[in-house]
């Protein structure tokens, strides 16, 4: 079995004065990559999907991102770690939607499910014209989706992002948020200014696994509470957004309103 950093980081130079930072990559890298996660990530390079994973380009307690490079650009490689501190944060009713579709009973399989689910859930948006990473590919803990960036680094997200035209942003907001609701029928519950990329002045949305049917009793509570993390945001960076308006503008109002013994 290689060494982690044979496989994901095979163009590490020599450079001594990166030998530190290499060191605290290794520390990371050994933490993230597993024998069972490497081998999935020497299968993805097996069938093609990526040729190396480069560097990480976020890393969490329940996961990372990293770049990659594939023949024909590079891929974003999310990863989650298994432990069962993944899911810690994970929403009631996302875990509860999962254990449904998913008859799973360790903390493994759960995350399994939730790569699939990322990954389809990316296909449906794609298939529906919302602008997030199209997906590419899933194996156990890993999801090969399309690097949002270019040769000079991943998209910053919209929270680190300087606004030149925040209505712009809005207006991309309704038709992403609209396009997610009225044709893919999902509402993402996990949005904000953290979960959105700016590249090119385009807002692409990602971090989708939690993402809930329009008919989950859930739904509308919590497109309120995404489309608020933007209103006050954008708000707060000059451009005035009304809640009220914002919800109508996505097409919110056609969801149901829960009765009061729905539960969230
Ligand atoms: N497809 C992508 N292309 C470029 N960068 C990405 C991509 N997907 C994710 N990232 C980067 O990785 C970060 C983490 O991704 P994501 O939000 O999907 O994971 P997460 O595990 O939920 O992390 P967090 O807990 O920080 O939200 C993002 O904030 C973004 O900077
Ligand atoms: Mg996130």
């Known amino acids: 079995m290689p060494h982690p950093e044979d496989v994901v980081l095979p163009r590490r130079r020599e450079r001594f004065e990166e030998r530190r930072k290499e ?45 990659a490079t594939a023949g024909d650009g590079f891929r974003a490689v999310k990863i989650y770690r298994i432990g069962n501190s993944t ?6 009713y996302a875990l509860e939607e999962l254990r449904r579709e998913t008859s799973v009973r360790n ?5 399994f499910a939730w790569t699939r689910r990322e990954h389809s859930i990316l296909g449906r948006l794609h298939d529906a014209g ?30 680190d ?3 030149d035209d925040p209505a712009a942003i809005y207006e991309q907001l309704v038709r992403q948020i609209g396009r997610m609701l009225r044709t893919a029928r999902l509402v993402h519950g996990d949005l904000s200014p953290y979960n ?23 739904a509308r509570a919590l497109l309120e509470r995404d489309l608020g993390h933007y209103a006050r945001f954008l ?11 914002f919800f109508a503008a996505v097409g919110g109002d056609a969801l149901a309103v829960p009765a009061p013994e729905a539960g969230r």
């Open 130 to 159: 919302v602008r997030a990473p199209h997906p590419y590919g899933h194996l156990r803990n890993c999801l090969v989706m399309e690097f949002v960036g270019s040769t000079a680094g991943a998209a910053p997200r919209l929270r």
């Open 161 to 163: 992002a300087v606004l």
């Open 87 to 92: 899911f810690h944060n994970l929403p009631a």
């Open 107 to 111: 903390f493994g399989g759960l995350i």
């Open 196 to 218: 959105t990329l700016l590249f090119e002045g385009e807002i692409v949305l990602i971090d989708v696994a939690q993402a809930v049917s329009v008919d989950h009793p859930a």
């Open 23 to 67: 060191a605290s990559h290794r520390d990371l890298l050994d933490s993230f990559f597993d024998r069972p996660t490497l081998l999935a990530v020497s299968r993805l390079i097996n069938q093609g999907k990526i040729d190396a994973v480069d560097f990480p380009i976020a890393t969490g307690k329940e996961g990372g991102v990293f770049r």
């Open 235 to 245: 708000t707060r960076a000059g451009h005035a957004v009304d809640p009220a308006e």
